[in-house]
C-alpha cells in the first residue's frame, strides 16, 4: 500500500474502516462471515470510540480483540445484534480498494 503507516488514518476513498464479522446466520455465501465497510466519520454502524482508541490491526488477529454483540452496542453500535444475529462477532480492520491489472 503505498504511504502505509500504522494508524487509524482512513480516507474514505482507498482506505477503509471497516469490520470482518463471523457467525452471521444470513450471510451469502454459506460461510456464515460478512466484510463490512464504513465510513471513519459520523457513521452510526462505523468504529466505536473504543476501537479507535485501541486499534492494532498491524498485530496478529489471535492477540487482538474480537468484540461481541453486546460489546459494541454498549460501545455504540445500537443495533448490531439486529443486524447481524445474536452469536455474531467482530474484529475491526482498515481496507485497502484496488484494483488488480488485467
Not at 500500500?1 to 487509524?8: A, C, E, G, L, N
Not at 476513498?13 to 457467525?23: M, P, S, T, W
Not at 479507535?52 to 455504540?76: F, I
Not at 448490531?80 to 452469536?87: D, I, L, Q
Request: charged letters at 25%; aromatic letters at 14%.
Amino acid at each position: 500500500i503505498p504511504s502505509y503507516d500504522q494508524s487509524v488514518f482512513a480516507d474514505n476513498v482507498r482506505i477503509f474502516h471497516g469490520r470482518e464479522i463471523r457467525q452471521v446466520p444470513n450471510a451469502k455465501g454459506g460461510m456464515g462471515f460478512v466484510l463490512q465497510l464504513s465510513h471513519s466519520e459520523d457513521d452510526p454502524e462505523g468504529w466505536t470510540k473504543q476501537e479507535v482508541e485501541g486499534y492494532d490491526g498491524w498485530g496478529h488477529d489471535s492477540g487482538r480483540v474480537w468484540r461481541q454483540g453486546d460489546r459494541l452496542e454498549a460501545e455504540g453500535f445500537a443495533d448490531f445484534t439486529k443486524r447481524f444475529g445474536p452469536k455474531a462477532f467482530a474484529l475491526h480492520h482498515r481496507f485497502y480498494l484496488h484494483y488488480d491489472a488485467g
